[in-house]
């Protein structure tokens, strides 16, 4: 029998396979209608992110759809302050309400022993992922476990909800660094373990979301960004070599050269504002990218939509990488276009 071969991960190794592998942030979720159906009997958004049968379930939805070439876990990345003992819950329509860290005395609710016992649902939902994968036939398909990277998990901690600018967490960061540094490392060896309890599950690539990322200068962006990132691959890669990391530094800009080459993730993901020309032309040369259609366009659909995938590929196509999105699917997406889009980067040859 011949081995199957995993179309993300020969990208992810620096090989180019037969053709673009594509998967999509937020692919799971409220654009689709037999998600929304589960989602209605789950009770609230945390209580559907602990049900592993459930969470499983929304998790394989959009392959069997759309045969994405990658699946990722269905979760959160609020569930690290959570399991850190931080009181967490979600508002319908409203978000993410945190109980804010305000000060470094806060940081007694905080405790690492609780993390694994407290993330088993998301590691049993990914154990189930993987059966139903190989149940379903999903066998070129890969799974993507993930988390926040620390810098945007802490810009919530200390927040407490969603935030455009998330002022108080880059002051705390700006007039206090050496507190704010014993908070960025626990919620690093925090990530480092969750991410640890969904590769022994089965998770075969991580992606690090720092959706914050580009709200900082260059040299905060060193320490609160690339450093904690370079801990956290440092250990993967350490206990599990044979998983890749995937970055995803939101609004880096030209930054993200610094982050591709110090951080050790063997990809990076490009948000839509990103340089493309640019990206192509300096990151692409020494490690794979990942992205990065506009989801406004995918929104749009039609001309719009097949016009925007057109430049993307011709911009990227040549050399390993991934599609995606530059940021998540929007909810009021049409089930239709992300079928056109399916059936349009399905056809791409490397």
């Not at 998301?122 to 154990?127: C, K, L, N, P």
């Not at 192509?280 to 490690?287: F, K």
Request: with cysteine; proline share 6%; charged share 25%.
């Amino acid at each position: 029998m011949s081995e199957i071969r995993k179309p993300i991960l020969e990208v992810l190794n620096g090989k180019k396979p037969e053709k673009v592998p594509f998967w999509l942030m937020r692919q799971a979720g409220r654009y689709l209608p037999e998600y929304r159906e589960l989602r209605a009997k789950a009770g609230g958004f945390l209580d559907l992110v602990y049900d592993p049968e459930a969470a499983a379930e929304v998790t394989i939805q959009p392959l069997r759809r759309y045969g994405m070439d990658a699946a990722i876990l269905f979760s959160d990345i609020l569930v690290v302050p959570h399991a850190l003992g931080q009181t967490v819950t979600f508002e319908t329509g409203e978000g993410p309400r945190l109980e804010p860290l305000k000060s470094e005395k806060d940081f007694t609710r905080l405790d690492l022993s609780r993390v694994d016992a407290h993330c088993k649902p998301v590691y049993e939902t990914v154990a189930l992922v993987r059966e139903k994968m190989r149940q379903e036939k999903f066998d070129t398909a890969t799974l993507i476990g993930f988390c926040g990277s620390p810098w945007t998990v802490i810009c919530y901690m200390i927040e407490g909800r969603g935030s455009k600018d998330f002022s108080s967490a880059r002051t705390w960061a700006q007039n206090d660094p050496e507190s704010f540094q014993k908070l960025v490392d626990i919620v690093t060896e925090a990530s480092c373990l969750y991410l640890a309890g969904q590769i022994k599950a089965g998770a075969e690539v991580i992606q690090l979301f720092d959706s914050w990322s580009g709200l900082l200068e260059d040299d905060q962006f060193k320490r609160w960004v690339i450093a904690p990132t370079k801990k956290i691959c440092d250990y993967l890669h350490k206990n599990f070599p044979n998983v890749p990391v995937i970055g995803f530094p939101r609004g880096a800009g030209k930054l993200a050269f610094d982050y591709a080459q110090e951080t050790g993730v063997n990809c990076v993901g490009l948000d839509q504002g990103a340089d493309n020309q640019w990206a192509a032309d300096n990151l692409q040369s020494i490690i794979p990218v990942q992205g990065n259609l506009d989801p406004e366009l995918l929104l749009a659909g039609g001309d719009a939509l097949k016009q925007g995938l057109e430049k993307i590929h011709a911009t990227f196509n040549g050399r390993p990488w991934i599609f995606n999105l530059g940021h998540g699917v929007i909810k009021e997406t049409s089930p239709d276009s992300v079928s056109l889009l399916s059936q349009t980067v399905r056809g791409w040859k490397a």
